[in-house]
């Protein structure tokens, strides 16, 4: 049995909702299974805007660094979002715990539950069989890169920028959890056009050459994008740097049925972080609306990447199964075919989860 | 009756075969409506390579200049792409004429043919309805900033900028189209996280309150590429910057059905020069397989935007729709429903619309 110190950031809109439902599982999983988690809390975001003036306060910061893993809700507020010259933003906190813990590995697996086959827009046929695992690259690019605004304020600039170093250690956990998957490792860049792109693919071809068991293919984003709607089944491990990868990620959670499935693990140099794919969603917050699955295999993730807990992380995923299999479903994930008794709420499908555990 | 100067590009991979099949529709155009239309050709890409070192010659640039109107095949080969330390790249002759032509606003047009709704890997009733106008800038963003390589060549990066009248002009040109189609306009930066966005969101809030009429909607590039697959009849002018609409353009392509029936205009300071969305598609160049209906459709868009020649581009679509209708397909846009028979090739496909004119 384990003993692990839990901070939780439920952020900003629906993320208090549902990492409410994440922590609950990761209790029930304690509980069943004689693990001591212990749990803390912490503001980030739009929330730490408010109480602090800071989106990253810093007792958040060293309560994260002292945690064994954080379990992270949204963040934004649409506030922000309709004036562009806020100095103060919610996602500067999300960017600045990324830089801080050294989470330069973004994993964001896409699977599916046969279930929701249908809830995609992709036809079913295309569907079938997609379960492609993301490498997200997520300290460093354009999002970290020099900022500037010429005096008059009508120039603005961000620099797109990677070190070798930067690309070496991501390709290197990609190309180890292919060699555990198909073997088979997708790079995404533009270097027919970008600089930084051409030392991305330079550093990947080099790094291929220690796996000659896994198969390398070298795809502009621009036809990744396509790709990934035209046969997303053809995908087993997508490598690709942090703007490139957010694009990517969210078309692939669509692709999948729902945002509202999909969790998100960034890993790297000391605590993980993890996190449903899905934004704060300010338009359904606190209406007990949210799908809350996603933070709940957000748990999943952390159980078996951050603690090796396996058994604990699989036992999760057949809860959901199950909980979708009888039928139950939020209403993001809900089609014409729900039986409309089944359609939950947030607290609602949180429980029947924990039914299920 | 019109008299015009035009310059056929046909560049690199299958560009020449597809452009063989804009230049006869717009020969037979000539002859039917009586406009004289005269024609140049020149290279570019790898093709200018070869021939002269130099991706785009400086005789290609005097000829573009000098015509009323240029018809683009495609652009990039393998080679290169193998090799990101080569210094001479093909892309960089398409890079260049942009720019020297002023053509910064690129227009992609989503249509739908109806014959084919189900060549897209999205379902029908999805996709239904669907008439996207993109107008992605051509001439700024990251394409064209700054790029280094340290010398140690390990650290490389990409200026992404924009100015406030590069914006400007193209918001212009996108809320006009979009006086004159649905009156809604999308458009899609990444403002919570780069400064250049930021830029781009206040100058399109600015425009935006000259056109009272036009409903005006602001969204990140990551939630964009995953609405586009949800649900894209909800679009109707798109408008973004290069990078994030190379992206999204590709993407919205495959949910068309095929990018070979896609055709794109750039548009700007002086002559326009018109292009398929698609690719050189080296692995089935010079083999009688490409569909040259997206080169077609080129010069349906050359003939309407800059000759006004309304008339004519109706013509060719309907020519289009007609073989479409009779059951002729091209191997990309063909399906399990279509009969064998009626699969072409390149040369017996643009025939076949050469007939029905
Ligand atoms: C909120 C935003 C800064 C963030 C990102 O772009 O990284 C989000 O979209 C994500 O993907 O985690
Ligand atoms: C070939 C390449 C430079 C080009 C681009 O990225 O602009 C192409 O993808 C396009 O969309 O026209």
Known sequence: TMTKKILVIPGDGIGPEVTTWGKAVLEAIGQKFGHEFTFDEALMGHAG???TGNPLPDETLEKAKASDAILFGAIGHIKYDNDPSAKVRPEQGLLKIRKELGLYANLRPI???????DASS??????????????RE??????????KRSEDRNTASDLMVYSRYEVERIAIKAYEAAMVRG??????DKANVLESSRLWREVVQEIAKQYPEVETEHMFIDNAAMQ??????KFDVVLTANLFGDILTDEASQIAGSMGMLASASIGDGTGFFEP?????HDIAGQDK???????LSVALMLEISFGLKEEAKLITSAIDKTLKEGYRTGDIADANTDKSKILGTKAMGQKVLEYL
């Not at 699977?111 to 086959?117: N, P, S």
């Open 122 to 135: 992709l036809k079913p046929e295309i569907l079938k069989g997609t379960d492609i695992l993301f490498f």
């Open 111 to 117: 699977m599916l539950f046969d279930e929701l086959l």
């Open 138 to 147: 997520l300290t460093g690019d354009v999002y970290f890169g020099e900022k």
């Open 49 to 51: 805007i408010e109480a």
């Open 290 to 296: 949210a799908n809350p699955l996603a933070s709940i």
């Open 183 to 188: 073997k088979r490792l997708c790079s995404v």
């Open 228 to 233: 990934l709607v035209k046969n997303p089944k």
């Open 277 to 281: 794919i899905h934004g704060s969603a």
